[in-house]
């Protein structure tokens, strides 16, 4: 997991309340994304930044915001308006070809 | 569009025998392959990948992948299966040209038993 951190490691939210999950990469890596993990689904993108101030949609978009204000930070905002929030949410940057992964952020909504 | 297919939702394995986790792809162009692996609540660890070149990829903790472009596979194996191999598997592709996203199959939970 090496040179990618989210924080906090575990996240509890009442519904109705946005809640923003924390990336920061010091590998110099000009792409992030965010994914959603769910039993039996396995990986789904949420967004994705090439580089700073742009970012793009990914198949799962809705109900999620993000910004990339700052290379090395790519914070993701569950939104109210996300349907079935709680999931184990895995941000990544890509190097080399290669994507690194952070250790993950599990938010519990109820 | 691409799209990885991992068959198998689980394999079960003795110790010290040889596992193959199964994996076929879909991709326009060339692909760019790879093999994670996720233990308990934890992210992916990069494996191995594939480019170009010898069709049988080496990675890390002996682990193995055959790319096969006729059948569009790129089947994880191991000839000698330990109990700490036991995890969460995945297959992703990308196309080779462009700065796409990896695109990852659902996973496939490899169980060895002593």
């Known amino acids: 997991d090496g040179g990618i951190t989210q924080s906090p490691k575990y996240l509890f939210r009442k519904e109705g309340q946005n809640v923003t999950l924390s990336c920061e990469q010091n590998?110099?890596?000009?792409?992030m994304y965010w994914y959603r993990q769910d039993p039996g689904q396995g990986l789904r993108l949420i967004y994705y930044?090439?580089?700073?101030?742009?970012?793009q949609k990914g198949d799962i978009a809705e109900g999620y915001s993000v910004s990339r204000e700052k290379k090395e930070s790519f914070p993701l905002t569950v939104t109210s308006a996300q349907k079935n929030p709680t999931a184990f949410y895995l941000c990544?940057?890509?190097?080399?070809?290669?994507?690194?992964f952070g250790p993950g952020t599990r938010l519990t909504v109820t | 569009a691409q799209s990885v297919a991992q068959p198998e939702d689980q394999v079960n394995v003795a110790e010290g025998n040889p596992l193959t986790v199964k994996c076929t792809y879909s991709?326009?162009?060339?692909?760019?392959l790879f093999w994670y692996v996720q233990y308990p609540n934890r992210g992916l660890q990069f494996l191995l990948k594939?480019?170009?070149?010898?069709?049988l990829v080496k990675g890390s903790y002996g682990f193995e992948a055959e790319f096969n472009k006729s059948q569009t596979s790129f089947h994880l194996k191991k000839p000698s299966a330990l109990v700490s191999d036991s995890a969460l598997y995945f297959c992703?592709?990308?196309?080779?040209?462009?700065?796409?996203?990896?695109?990852f199959g659902k996973g496939t939970r490899l169980s060895v038993i002593a």
């Open positions: 594939y480019i170009t070149g010898d069709n």
């Open positions: 991709v326009s162009g060339n692909p760019y």
């Open positions: 992703a592709v990308r196309r080779l040209s462009g700065n796409t996203p990896l695109v």
């Open positions: 590998l110099n890596h000009d792409a």
């Open positions: 930044s090439q580089i700073v101030n742009d970012f």
């Open positions: 990544a940057s890509k190097g080399g070809g290669e994507q690194y």
